[in-house]
């Protein structure tokens, strides 16, 4: 077992021992105390970290770009207590049915002509039925035929799904853990959290990059956010793409009216995610509407080198293009 000791001292490889095996899926890197240890240092020896692992790993100024689209908007049958596209949740959100080829093929269009290099097709679904997939696989391929990178968040994957959607080129699957196992109940009980895992464990198998990240601002302690870190932290591979969006609130939600979380404190969750997953891109992803140009500067800072560009993330509102634009001049970051 790790010791836990405060100050942390890392390796820049993320790695504070040597990892042992637990079992096939997972290996015990960082135990949720370790993490919890990093929220607790002092803000600046937890940014330098970050930025010691972050340099040794990339490229400090880039930042990955990709796009959003909802291809399918609202009425879903889940209960995720976040969600604005959930049916049964009276939000201002407008049901929309699969939009056609054409339509996915100009918005991707778009997005690359404003330099995104991936493009993330999002449905409001459960999972998708076979006859739902259909329509997605040749929406990947087209867009995966104009040079972008391809990812979907389709919902859970069932036997057969995965292999399809790697044949139709898709490069990332994005599935989130959302939050700890032991504050998962609180949000969601239409799905498990092994149900989310065994989704991830298809998308693995059949060599699509996984991302996975969570929600922070739901109410959850900052253990909990440690223990979300150390689900995708000790995975056999952690995700490729780490997205950490801070929860937006939508009016009609059950998480609506949930006490704001500081920003400080997602930053700080920034920052042991880098440090915790040290080759992983860490997206700075929801959120970044409602935070203010220094917060999100420090989140470069922490390591975070992926956004969502695009004025709307799914159904909620993103900074426009020409504002991240400026706010990349400013900052002397690449947008890679
Ligand atoms: N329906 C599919 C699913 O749930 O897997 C795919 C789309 S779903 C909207 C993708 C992710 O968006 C969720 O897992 C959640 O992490 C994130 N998300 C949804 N609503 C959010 C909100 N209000 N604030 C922050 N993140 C949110
Ligand atoms: C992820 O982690 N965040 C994105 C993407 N993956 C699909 C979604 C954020 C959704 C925010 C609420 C909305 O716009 O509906
Ligand atoms: Fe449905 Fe996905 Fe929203 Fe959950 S997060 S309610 S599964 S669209």
């Given at each position: 077992m790790l010791e836990t000791s405060s100050p942390v001292v890392i390796n820049t490889d993320g790695l504070k021992t040597k990892p042992s095996a637990s079992c096939d899926s997972t290996i015990e890197r960082w135990r949720v105390a370790d993490i919890v240890a990093l929220f607790e240092l002092p803000f600046s020896d937890l940014m330098y970290q970050a930025q010691t692992v972050h340099r040794a790993n990339f490229d400090a100024n880039a930042v990955q770009v990709s796009t959003l689209l909802s291809i399918k908007t609202g009425g879903c049958s889940e209960d995720c207590g976040y969600c604005p596209q959930a049916a049964r949740y009276h939000t201002e959100v407008e049901d929309e049915p699969l939009m056609q080829l054409q339509d996915v093929?100009?918005?991707?269009?778009?997005?690359?002509?404003?330099?995104?290099?991936?493009?993330?097709?999002?449905?409001?679904?459960?999972?998708?039925?076979?006859?739902?997939?259909?329509?997605?696989?040749?929406?990947?391929?087209?867009?995966?035929?104009?040079?972008?990178?391809?990812?979907?968040?389709?919902?859970?994957?069932?036997?057969?799904?995965?292999?399809?959607?790697?044949?139709?080129?898709?490069?990332?699957?994005?599935?989130?853990?959302?939050?700890?196992?032991?504050?998962?109940?609180d949000v969601i009980s239409t799905r498990t959290y092994q149900d989310r895992l065994d989704t991830l464990d298809r998308v693995r198998s059949v060599d699509i990059n996984v991302c996975s990240g969570g929600i922070i601002g739901m109410g959850e302690s900052r253990n909990q956010r440690a223990g979300l870190l150390a689900q995708l932290a000790n995975m056999a591979r952690p995700p490729e793409s780490v997205p950490i969006n801070l929860l937006t609130q939508v009016e009609g939600t059950p998480l609506h009216g949930t006490e704001s979380l500081d920003h400080l404190e997602f930053v700080r969750t920034i920052a042991a995610a880098r440090i915790t997953m040290p080759s992983s891109y860490v997206r700075l992803s929801a959120g970044r509407q409602s935070m203010p140009e220094g917060i999100q500067a420090l989140c470069f800072l922490a390591g975070a080198n992926s956004i969502f560009y695009g004025e709307k993330l799914l159904t909620t509102p993103n900074p426009e293009a020409s504002v991240d634009k400026q706010l990349f001049a400013k900052l002397g970051i690449n947008q890679i």
């Open positions: 093929v100009a918005a991707a269009q778009e997005a690359k002509a404003n330099g995104a290099s991936r493009f993330c097709m999002g449905a409001a679904w459960r999972g998708p039925k076979q006859r739902d997939l259909e329509p997605v696989l040749k929406m990947i391929a087209e867009v995966k035929a104009m040079g972008l990178e391809t990812c979907a968040t389709l919902g859970m994957l069932k036997d057969g799904q995965a292999e399809q959607l790697k044949d139709a080129g898709l490069d990332y699957y994005n599935h989130n853990l959302d939050t700890a196992p032991e504050y998962y109940g």
